[in-house]
């Protein structure tokens, strides 16, 4: 596609339940960001990939967050055991990849989860 | 990465130029300066970049100081559709992702 696109848009889930956040990046780019920005906060770094490896993960906050990606192309972000303090946008972005600092990342629109 | 400091808020009247300020006096020599904006409930959206001369595309002006220590986004002629939270960002070659801080709420009013 044109732009990196997040799926779903919303996702309303009960407290407890596992989650699956996907995102399909620009073709052809091999890095990608995922990002969350709580309800009037800055945006917060989760997890980069390169390729299908993520060599920075450093920015998980907890056990019950992994992510993959499979094929140098689609993400999913999972949330195991949702709690409420999870409700955020989901931000993911994809860029070229390595190599130069010179590249823009491209964001898509995020999905917008709410833990009830 | 470096850190940056940016005014939390800024106003700016429709048709004006728009000059939105970044301080980031501990920028390293291969640190490039990025400026991103995020118009409420979208994702945010790349406008500009530079290492240390100052770049011209069809959205902005990216100047920087000689000493790099601080730079100026410049929007010519702000629209309302500019009304956006600004971000100023410093990220080294080597660097994997982008570090956004608080940003400038900029304001253009009619």
């Known amino acids: 596609g044109a732009g990196v696109s997040q799926s779903p848009s919303n996702k309303v889930t009960e407290k407890g339940k596992d989650v699956e956040l996907r995102c399909d990046p620009i073709?052809?780019?091999?890095?990608l960001y995922w990002y969350r920005q709580s309800l009037g906060q800055g945006l917060e770094f989760l997890i980069y990939?390169?390729?299908?490896?993520?060599?920075?993960k450093s920015g998980l906050p907890s056990d019950r967050f992994s992510a993959e990606r499979t094929g140098g192309s689609v993400s999913t972000l999972t949330i195991q055991r949702t709690q409420q303090e999870d409700s955020a946008v989901y931000l993911c972005?994809?860029?070229?990849?390595?190599?130069?600092?010179?590249?823009?990342?491209?964001f898509g629109q995020g999905t917008r989860l709410t833990v009830v | 990465d470096a850190k940056t400091t940016q005014p939390p808020s800024m106003d700016c009247a429709e048709g004006r130029a728009a000059n939105l300020p970044c301080n980031h006096s501990t920028i390293s020599g291969n640190e490039y300066v990025y400026w991103y904006r995020q118009i409420h409930s979208q994702g945010p959206q790349y406008i500009i970049h530079g290492l240390k001369n100052n770049e011209t595309n069809e959205m902005a002006s990216l100047i920087i100081t000689e000493d790099r220590k601080s730079s100026t986004l410049i929007l010519p002629h702000a629209t309302l559709r500019d009304t956006a939270v600004y971000y100023c960002i410093v990220r080294a070659g080597s660097a994997r992702q982008l570090t956004f801080g608080s940003g400038t709420q900029l304001t253009v009013l009619p």
């Open positions: 990939f390169q390729g299908n490896s993520a060599p920075d």
């Open positions: 073709s052809g780019h091999t890095a």
């Open positions: 972005a994809s860029s070229p990849g390595l190599g130069t600092g010179n590249t823009e990342a491209f």
